[in-house]
Nanobody, 120 residues
Framework: QVQLVESGGGLVQAGDSLRLSCAAS????????MGWFRQAPGKEREFVAS????????FYGDSVKGRFTISRGTALNTIYLRMNSLKPEDTAVYYC?????????????WGQGTQVTVSS
């Protein structure tokens, strides 16, 4: 069982930056893909970004490309999401996720989420 705990959300103004953190525990996550998703009120969950175990491969949703950066900590069980040039439409609950197994591409473990609110 994997436990994921997000932190770093908050209320910011448009154009500001935030960094979200996600700490994983409970199982060795070697070769696990990890990522960030978000869900705004009344909308479906949206893929934001993912990162390979080594950190060499990253992927982004079209709406955040060029503004958000996903990275891994030196301990490898922590990932970050640096969000620059935030827009009101980025307002959502952001969830950290881990894949279902080594080398898998489907996400099956989720954190409790952290709220990001961007005011105009």
């Amino acid at each position: 069982q994997v436990q994921l705990v997000e932190s770093g959300g908050g209320l910011v103004q448009a154009g500001d930056s935030l960094r979200l953190s996600c700490a994983a525990s409970g199982r060795t996550l070697r070769n696990y893909l990890m990522g960030w998703f978000r869900q705004a009120p009344g909308k479906e969950r949206e893929f934001v970004a993912s990162i390979s175990w080594s950190g060499a491969a990253t992927f982004y949703g079209d709406s955040v490309k060029g503004r958000f950066t996903i990275s891994r900590g030196t301990a490898l069980n922590t990932i970050y999401l640096r969000m620059n040039s935030l827009k009101p439409e980025d307002t959502a609950v952001y969830y950290c996720a881990a894949a279902s197994g080594p080398g898998a591409a489907d996400f099956s473990s989720w954190g409790q989420g952290t709220q990001v609110t961007v005011s105009s």
